[in-house]
């Protein structure tokens, strides 16, 4: 491994000495766990028959206190594609438990939202804190005290982040998050774009859109576009909580069914009454965070996880901010090319190399810190390893030297950037994100007289009624965690896309979310702080000149600054009901800004 890059070193540095007290606060609390806080022994007679009374072949087992108890917190739900697989996990779990003397059990299930499903509806309000509820739920199976090391099901955008965040207040407990695996190939994504794009124009109807989409997201498994999801399986391998290589082999498949007997095994040998104790909230330190935001950096990864992240960090007592990820941005290459940032989907990423591929770029060229401790192995560097079957045994072999798609993956030598794909931006109107791996370099300045909405509805409206046809700044305002819980934007990328084909100067700024799949149009997201809290964004009027800047890391406008002074701010819409909304309102109100997470949860708990 080449010496650590200096501005990752530096970086590193910065986080631990901010994290200094938190971070010790955190690991006195596992420790205490782990000596002296609520486990198995301790239950009362009374407590251990509930535990194990419908155990059935492993009540002995379980009676008799000895074995390893493996508790499984799953999100399967079969109406999301990328967990319908998990739904036999649990019983192949006890199997391959009871193979090393082990014995599993659910300890719960979480809820599971579609993004998918739920992108441009009304639903789509609950997404954001839909993460901080499954962290809750999580929390709540791990509880019953009944377990020494833990296995997360789980894949999709707000699950993950959610998942990790409830272990890691059980930080004590040996964790592995077991990967299902992405759907095969469907639809060519430029395909997929073209029809959309005809759609928002009117030139196909709702019948040929249908086709399209139920050709590209056609069976179990994951979306193969480079979204938060993908993103997800990406970052647990860049923090070493996956079994090597394991992110992206298709369900169904001896190999998939192999890497979670793996992962089943080496739960029970780094459990807590294992050989090889290795508790997640040691696992999960400040190096492993700024790997998963340079795995991120380097992928094109998700706009989504520059709030993830820091929450993720604030469970483990770790305190990040876009500072951190915008200084690791200008020296961490783009070494991938995946959809939305590319023409092929993470199938064919997985096929030129992959993860291990990623792993061994980075952690070679001294961008990724190798020295993390993983669930598997001496470092990360372990997890630059293929999996593969050798007849009916699973082997790994190193990853391979070459890039096996120049147009998918590239050496750190040969990027396709020499920067991230994520910058930070700030000015008068606020502080917020772009990520510019799919934007032309042409498009990375865009000034223009800005048109200001409070509902993504209305921008349609607007388009549909050929109100944008010309260069402009779409303001989509009152879309933060406070004002409507933060959901995500991505119904508006077609019909902003054809403005820009149509060779206008288009950006988008808003203080809400782009989904995963955000891509060519320049979008200035996440803007802190939010209209509905006082937020420069509720002065603007339509007409004033925006200026968005990813060179400059500028986002301002161009108002006398005595009117802009004396203008007064917007009145944000009133909350609406319906669909759940009002049972949020908690969250929506005591939400902290995005920066730091967007979540009440955390900010009531003072992590």
């Not at 993950?160 to 077991?178: D, Q, W, Y």
């Not at 901010?321 to 023409?343: F, T």
Request: glycine content about 12%.
């Amino acid at each position: 491994m080449m010496t650590l890059h200096p501005v990752v070193a530096k970086v590193t540095d910065r986080i631990v000495q901010r994290s200094k007290d938190s971070r010790a606060a955190y690991l006195d609390l596992i420790a205490r766990q782990r000596d002296a806080g609520l486990n198995r022994p301790q239950l009362s007679c009374g407590n251990l028959a509930h535990g194990f009374a419908a155990s059935g072949e492993d009540k002995a087992v379980l009676r008799g206190g000895k074995a390893m108890n493996i508790g499984i917190i799953t999100a399967y739900n079969d109406m999301l594609s990328a967990h319908q697989p998990y739904g036999r996990y649990p019983e192949q779990i006890k199997l391959f438990a009871r193979e090393k003397g082990a014995t599993a059990q659910v300890a719960g299930g979480v809820p599971a939202m579609c993004d998918g499903v739920t992108q441009g509806q009304d639903s789509m309000e609950l997404s954001l804190f839909s993460r901080d509820t499954i962290a809750m739920a999580t929390a709540v199976g791990l509880s019953h005290a009944m377990f020494e090391s833990t296995l997360l099901l789980g894949i999709c955008d707000k699950i993950v982040p959610g998942l990790l965040i409830g272990s890691l207040r059980f930080g004590h407990l040996p964790t592995i998050l077991i990967p299902a695996g992405p759907m095969p190939s469907g639809l060519a994504n430029k395909e997929k774009v073209r029809i959309r794009q005809l759609y928002a124009e009117g030139k196909v109807g709702r019948d040929e859109l249908l086709e399209s989409e139920s050709a590209s997201y056609h069976s179990a498994g994951t979306c193969t576009f480079y979204g938060t999801a993908n993103s997800n399986q990406m970052m647990m391998e860049m923090m070493g909580l996956h079994m090597p290589g394991s992110s992206f082999v298709l369900p169904g498949t001896k190999l998939r069914q192999e890497l979670t007997r793996a992962a089943v095994h080496r739960a029970t040998e780094i459990g807590w009454d294992g050989d090889d104790y290795r508790p997640l909230g040691r696992c999960v330190d400040e190096k492993a965070i700024v790997n998963a935001i340079v795995g991120l950096l380097a992928t094109g990864g998700s706009t989504n996880h520059v709030i993830h992240l820091p929450a993720i960090a604030r469970a483990a007592g770790v305190q990040i901010d876009w500072d951190d990820m915008d200084e690791l941005s200008r020296v961490v290459p783009l070494i991938a090319s995946v959809y939305p940032n590319g023409a092929g989907d993470v199938n064919y990423f997985h096929a030129a190399g992959g993860m291990p591929y990623v792993i061994k770029e980075l952690v070679g060229a001294g961008l990724a810190h190798g020295d993390i401790l993983t669930v598997y192995g001496d470092g990360l560097g372990e997890g630059a390893r293929e999996p593969f079957m050798d007849g009916e045994t699973l082997r790994w072999k190193p990853a391979p030297e070459v890039s096996g798609d120049d147009t998918m993956l590239r050496p750190v030598s040969a990027p396709f950037q020499p920067e991230g794909g994520l910058r930070l931006l700030g000015g008068n109107l606020g502080r917020g994100t772009i990520k510019v791996s799919a934007v032309d370099k042409s498009r990375w300045t865009i000034e223009a007289p800005c048109r200001v909405f409070s509902d993504q509805n209305e921008v349609l409206a607007a388009f549909k009624a050929g109100e944008l046809e010309r260069d402009v700044v779409v303001v989509v305002r009152f879309q933060g965690p406070a004002a409507n819980g933060m959901p995500e934007l991505h119904k508006l990328t077609p019909p902003l896309g054809v403005l820009q084909d149509r060779g206008f100067k288009v950006a988008l700024v808003t203080d809400g979310r782009m989904s995963g799949a955000s891509g060519k149009v320049p979008a200035a997201i996440h803007v802190s702080p939010e209209a509905k809290l006082g937020g420069a964004l509720a002065k603007l009027r339509d007409g004033d000149v925006v200026r968005v800047c990813a060179e400059t890391g500028t986002l301002d406008t161009v108002v006398n600054p005595e009117e802009w002074a004396a203008r007064e701010h917007a009145v944000a819409p009133a909350e609406t009901m319906g669909v759940g909304r009002e049972l949020f309102a908690l969250m929506r109100h005591h939400s902290d800004p995005a920066e730091r997470g967007g979540s009440a949860m955390l900010a009531a708990a003072g992590l």
